[in-house]
């Protein structure tokens, strides 16, 4: 994912990345299968109970600037949307980007419930529903409720909370039918289970400009989520054949071109 972005710029975005994952000085904890327990309390410590603003990898970080700069290179109508975005890491960065460019034109649409997941089917979803009351998930996803208020604070305090910014409060199946967006060029999904996935693919990809993005943060992940049924069933109905693409592990991501 190289970008010809000038130095300068390419600077600026790798301290944003780095300030909003709280790596600054620190470095983002790695998965180790062998060492699970260790890997959860350094999560916990890294992201939840510090000062991160956002706990993708840089990784994903990265992609999103891909996706961004290429969307505004090549001319791509369409505003940006993140449907779940815990303190607002993810679309404080695409705010960012916007305005480094000097773009004044698109919208980055932050949608949450902004009071955490909400609770899965257990007879639909077994899998998303153990790991929602299970111990260890339930510790974690307490904290996954950042409020209104805290992740207004954020953009505040990054100096980008304006008018190109704007907020979907509460769950997606009540929010994005109605929402007026006309039209996309990048949206992230990241509500991790099966119905959050499919209400924001139901009610945003037909606003995809052809050319623009689709990430799903949780593609990759099958021990607890059913996100990647959701998404392959998705476009198995809808007859989409373009290629997904990974960015790491868990998320994959697809270029709309039809």
């Given amino acids: 994912m190289q970008s010809d972005a000038p130095p300068s710029l390419t600077l600026y975005l790798d301290l944003l990345k780095r300030s ?77 980007i916007l305005k480094a460019c000097e773009v004044s034109d698109r919208t980055v649409w ?13 007879e639909r979803f077994p899998l998303e529903a153990k790991a929602h009351t299970g111990p260890m998930m339930t510790r974690a996803y307490r904290h996954f409720a950042a409020g209104l208020d805290d992740v207004q604070r954020n953009f505040r305090a990054y100096g980008i909370l304006d008018r190109q910014v704007r907020f979907l409060k ?6 994005l039918p109605e929402a007026p967006i006309e039209r996309l060029a990048v ?9 959050s996935t499919m209400d924001a693919l139901v009610n945003l990809y037909d606003k995809l400009s052809v050319g623009g993005y689709a990430i799903i943060d949780d593609y990759g992940e099958d021990t607890w989520t ?15 054949t373009d290629p997904l693409i990974r960015v790491d592990s868990k998320c994959y991501y697809w270029q709309r071109t039809r």
């Avoid at 620190?26 to 603003?53: K, Q, S």
């Avoid at 505004?72 to 890491?89: A, F, K, N, Q, S």
């Avoid at 509460?170 to 929010?175: C, E, V």
């Avoid at 949206?187 to 119905?195: F, K, N, P, S």
């Fill in 226 to 240: 059913y996100c990647r049924k959701a998404v392959d069933g998705f476009r198995e109905a809808r007859g989409i």
């Fill in 170 to 175: 509460g769950w997606f199946k009540d929010t």
């Fill in 20 to 96: 909003l994952t709280n790596t600054l000085f620190a470095t983002e904890p790695e998965a180790d299968a062998e060492l699970e327990a260790r890997y959860v309390a350094d999560f916990t410590r890294h992201y939840i109970n510090g000062a991160a603003i956002s706990m993708l990898p840089l990784t994903r970080l990265d992609n999103i600037e891909f996706c961004v700069l290429d969307v505004i290179r090549r001319g791509v109508p369409g505003d940006l949307i993140e449907t779940g975005v815990w303190r607002g890491g993810a679309t404080i960065f695409m705010r960012a």
């Fill in 187 to 195: 949206m992230r999904l990241d509500g991790d289970y099966y119905e």
């Fill in 110 to 122: 932050v949608a949450d419930s902004f009071e955490g997941l909400p609770e899965p089917d257990a």
